[in-house]
């Protein structure tokens, strides 16, 4: 999809990873003066042209001479040979991802030349280490294995990369004589290693123990110093995008990138490197631009503005084939586009683009996203799909080497590409720009060849959907999704145009594809592995291993907090534990794809709904709104029993983040409604939210309407439906009482996919009890046994405190329905639940609930410590255990703190507490979205379980029950903390009680009956 603000911090904080241009073997020190010289980071244009002129042709002969040397045992001589010929290797590229040699016209396939190279420096390596040990020579080869390293880092052989740096680290700590400088050059590159693998915690380690050398050997005022603190900075930046991190630390992880970056900066001044200077300002500019972006300061902004130009204004006169200026004006891109001047914000990508072509080469990411970059523009704000077209096809170009088409309705060969992910962007890109040049220009082929290339590549992405364990759920998964998305917006685009002529429901089909797949993903391998037929014993081991890797994150995570990161043995001893559990991972799930190839079939199997299927279960009241998000526009497919249409609006770049701060504003505002300022913020959002989500064409459309079913996207699935304002509150009310909100209006129920209205109760099912309750005490022993096994919230600063009401609120509700089974106090253990909850129609779990963002499958419910017979179990049921205990349940209800709070993924929707349940077999989940109130959460759970028991619809139940706790309470807990977090997941249809008394009563009226006609058939016949 051509998204005109790809300019986005991921793809551009490449740079701050790559410094520079990357290590040469030319690094020296001088002693005296404390200095670095290290070629690899020079970037100025003197010596990279110096670099062109002096630099033959790469030659394989020349890596052939370094082993025949090393065989002969000239070691010297074969370092000396491997220097130069590593530097006119490296010189001859474009990029670290483009292997066109130079001086060659011919192109060499890329995986082709790959491997090429990677057998060459094998076998540099193997003759290296064969020669006999001599400490003598030890430096000398460890140097020799330096390169070698760092030559496997360049080809993307990162295992090799880093176990060829171990062994040259090996050499030079055994050498008679240290050197210091190449020790410093072999950490520094191997924190590289693991920094482009994107793991952005082990790098810090290697950094900071180079930085604690480099202080100690040569002091602080030098060129290392100041790379290391850029290199850091990179680091921080990266590991912003973790919510793992920013739900401890906020916006406080860019923050302190900016401060190493300003470190660096500091110490480039006093070494008179007035380039790196310049690029210092544009790398900070770079991340107040984005920490803009995230927190909507507008200084921030204008922060990043006012660093991208002081680094142009020098680079431009000292520098003009910097490396980074391309990058400089694409910060003025954003600027501008976050100012919504895009005329200036064309302009700055053009720059971008011609400085990137001809200072980077035309097969550099950097150049292919700012081709991307403009054919979105010319695209989406100045509507020239001839321009769009021509930009697209360039980037299309430029991606796959090689590819040179005769006209615009070729199709790449996909399997040589300079970047896998970029690659597909500019296909899909150039899909999406057909379908509006076809429409602009009446050319019906370009449409047609459009949908073909999105077939193509979906057929392409679907077949090559491979399992990459340890990495992500497959290794083309968000390709994939893109793909998908991309397409339902070209058939929406199309319907709009030519309407009623199928387009819009292709579009829901392939949206609803999409969710079914987010939907699946993960949260259903267990059914689906009992389904394949594989042994328990191999899903047990895959639990303890998953397990084991989700604590290693967290103790990551941890340690990161906590700077503990700085112990670099203790670091690389949990990782190198992390890879080898990672390994058997992977060794199990070969084993699965060996042997049990019905599991993987079943993955990628899509069930889906049509339109018309999903219209035939609506009756006349109710309307289903499917939500989803492109390009800064929310789409709403409204859907009645007899008419569907398509709504769209456009949203903000921090749209997303206004869901949150609406959370945020109702927990903060729940200690003190009367404060009139957190009154207006709420008030404020939730309107905010209602003209969104409602515009006035909707609310026309769906008059009459008092059902709502919402299929949401995203963050959406977060937002508390309830609370949104239909009307505005009189001027002088500070009162939530009387708010005109949605829940007045509307029964509401959420559901994961349209799927899941087709899963109706099963009445033939028989159930050993019709309501099972579960009620830990939580008294100070129990909260005594929590702090003991470090169990706590995982965010805020609350603790687990006492629950007054739980065990009377079961109690109560037990009492409503004659087959009944309560487990409270001591007695409310995991063992219990994973023994009786399967054969029950109704599961009610009132306790404590720990919502794990970082680990989502380590979030947990708690049952009893002090149950003694636990079986083993250890009392805590973690989200992982809940999808490998089936249930048949019609309802579970959970009277517990942020069960449907989890984390966020761009493909996946929300793991959470209530997900997993819906995932182990319930029909319906009721559960909460914030820290639920022990007093007010009784009231509205036992006024709901009495409309349940009168076979109310649930989510007529909930309104109700909600509606009932509005009416009746007072205007301080009136506040919708205290009554809008529950949320209903699922079927809304009444559970219709099954009484066995009621069987039996039936069962003797009949036998009563036969024998009444029996006796009297008896005396006629007499």
Avoid at 63 to 90: D, P, T
Avoid at 183 to 210: F, H, K, M, W
Avoid at 500 to 528: T, V
Wanted: net charge neutral; hydrophobic share 35%.
């Amino acid at each position: 999809m051509i998204n005109n603000n790809l300019y986005y911090k991921p793809l551009l904080l490449l740079l701050l990873a790559y410094i520079s241009n990357f290590l040469t073997a030319n690094s020296s020190i001088n002693n005296k003066h404390h200095n670095f010289v290290n070629s690899k980071y020079n970037t100025s244009a003197g010596n990279k042209i110096v670099a062109k002129e002096s630099t033959k042709p790469v030659s394989k002969k020349d890596f052939e001479k370094v082993i025949v040397l090393l065989q002969n045992e000239k070691i010297k001589n074969a370092v000396q040979l491997y220097k130069e010929a590593y530097n006119s290797w490296r010189s001859s590229f474009n990029s670290c991802a483009d292997f066109v040699p130079m001086g060659n016209s011919n192109f060499f396939p890329l995986r082709r030349t790959i491997k090429i190279y990677d057998s060459l420096f094998t076998r540099i390596y193997s003759s290296a280490i064969a020669i006999p040990h001599n400490t003598k020579d030890n430096n000398t080869i460890a140097t020799l294995l330096f390169y070698a390293g760092r030559s496997k880092y360049y080809i993307r052989n990162f295992r090799d990369a880093y176990h060829y740096l171990e062994k040259s680290l090996e050499y030079a700590k055994s050498s008679k004589q240290t050197d210091i400088n190449l020790i410093l050059n072999i950490y520094e590159a191997t924190g590289d290693v693991y920094e482009e693998q994107r793991d952005y915690i082990i790098p810090l380690s290697y950094y900071y123990v180079c930085e604690k050398l480099t202080k100690q050997y040569f002091g602080e005022t030098n060129s290392r110093m100041a790379r290391l603190f850029e290199k850091k900075g990179g680091c921080f930046a990266h590991l912003s995008d973790e919510r793992s991190l920013t739900s401890y630390m906020g916006s406080g992880v860019l923050e302190t990138s900016i401060k190493y970056l300003r470190k660096s900066q500091l110490i480039n001044k006093r070494i008179n490197d007035t380039i790196e200077v310049a690029v210092n300002s544009f790398q900070i500019g770079l991340l107040y631009h984005y920490l803009g972006n995230n927190t909507g300061n507008t200084k921030f902004q204008d922060s990043a503005r006012i660093n991208a130009l002081k680094a142009i204004d020098y680079l431009e006169k000292n520098d003009p084939g910097n490396l980074k200026l391309g990058n400089c004006y694409n910060v003025m891109k954003g600027y501008y586009t976050h100012k919504h001047q895009y005329d200036s914000a064309l302009y700055f990508t053009k720059l971008t683009y011609g400085k990137h072509l001809r200072n980077r080469g035309k097969h550099h990411q950097m150049t292919i996203m700012a081709a991307q970059n403009l054919a979105g523009y010319f695209l989406n704000d100045f509507h020239n799909t001839d321009s769009a077209l021509f930009y697209i096809q360039k980037a299309i170009e430029f991606s796959f080497p090689g590819y040179l088409p005769d006209s615009i309705y070729t199709y790449p060969d996909i399997s040589y590409n300079i970047d896998f992910y970029m690659s597909f962007d500019a296909i899909i890109g150039k899909a999406e720009v057909l379908v509006f040049y076809g429409i602009e220009n009446n050319i019906p082929e370009a449409i047609d060849y459009a949908f073909e290339i999105l077939n193509k590549t979906e057929d392409y992405l679907s077949e090559n959907r491979v399992p990459d364990f340890g990495l992500g759920f497959f290794n083309n998964e968000d390709n994939y999704y893109k793909t998908l998305k991309t397409t339902s917006e070209c058939y929406m685009l199309c319907d709009s145009v030519f309407p009623h002529q199928g387009y819009r429901n292709k579009a829901f089909d392939y949206i609803e594809k999409l969710k079914y797949l987010q939907f699946i993903k993960n949260m259903s391998e267990e059914k689906l592995k009992a389904e394949a037929g594989i042994p328990e014993r191999y899903i047990a081991t895959e639990h303890e291993i998953n397990n084991k890797i989700l604590d290693l994150k967290n103790t990551f995570i941890n340690r990161f907090i906590s700077e503990k990161y700085k112990d670099l043995d203790e670091t690389l001893k949990i990782q190198n534990e992390f890879i080898n559990l990672t390994d058997s991972l992977k060794n199990i799930n070969n084993y699965y794809t060996k042997n049990y190839p019905e599991y993987f079939r079943l993955l990628k199997t899509v069930n889906t709904v049509s339109l018309p299927e999903l219209q035939h279960t609506l009756d006349k009241q109710t309307a289903i709104i499917d939500y989803f998000s492109f390009n800064y526009t929310l789409y709403a497919y409204v859907i009645l029993r007899n008419d569907v249409k398509l709504f769209k609006t456009r949203i903000s770049s921090n749209f997303d983040n206004k869901v949150d701060s609406l959370r945020q504003v109702i927990l903060s505002g729940a200690d003190s409604p009367e404060n009139d300022e957190m009154y207006r913020k709420f008030v404020s959002l939730s309107r905010f939210f209602y003209q969104k989500l409602f515009t006035k064409q909707i609310t026309e459309y769906i008059s009459g309407i008092d059902r709502l079913i919402f299929l949401p996207e995203g963050v959406l699935y977060s937002l508390p439906y309830d609370v949104l304002l239909v009307n505005e509150p009189e001027k002088d009310s500070y009162s939530y009482k009387n708010l005109d909100y949605l829940i007045k209006n509307y029964s509401i129920s959420v559901k994961y996919t349209a799927f899941m209205i087709l899963n109706e109760f099963d009445d033939d099912v028989n159930y050993v009890y019709s309501y099972q309750g579960y009620a830990p005490e939580f008294n100070d022993k129990q909260l005594a046994l929590l702090d003991i096994k470090n169990i706590s919230p995982f965010t805020g600063t609350r603790s687990f405190g006492e629950l007054k009401n739980n065990i009377s609120e079961v109690e109560e509700v037990g009492d409503f329905f004659e087959n009944s089974k309560l487990f409270l106090n001591d007695e409310a253990g995991e063992y219990k639940y994973k023994t009786f909850a399967p054969a029950s129609e109704i599961i009610h779990l009132a306790t404590h609930a720990q919502a794990n963002v970082p680990n989502p499958l380590s979030s947990k419910l708690i049952f009893s410590l002090q149950d003694n017979d636990n079986f083993g179990e250890d009392n805590i049921l973690n989200l992982y255990e809940i999808y490998r205990t089936p249930i048949i349940a019609k309802l579970v209800v959970l009277s517990a703190c942020e069960s449907n709070k989890g984390k966020m993924y761009s493909s996946e929707g929300i793991i959470s507490l209530s997900r997993a349940f819906i995932n182990a077999g319930a029909k319906s989940v009721i559960s909460t979205n914030w820290w639920a109130h022990d007093e007010t959460t009784k009231k509205i759970a036992v006024d709901f379980f009495k409309g349940v028991k009168n076979e109310l619809p649930l989510d007529e139940a909930l309104q109700n029950s909600k509606l009932n706790y509005l009416k009746n309470t007072d205007p301080f807990y009136a506040h919708p903390y205290y009554w809008a977090n529950f949320v209903l997941i699922g079927n809304t249809d009444p559970i219709i009680e099954n009484s066995n008394l009621w069987i039996i009563i039936m069962l003797v009226l009949i036998s009563a009956g036969v024998f009444v006609i029996s006796v009297l058939l008896m005396r006629r016949q007499g």
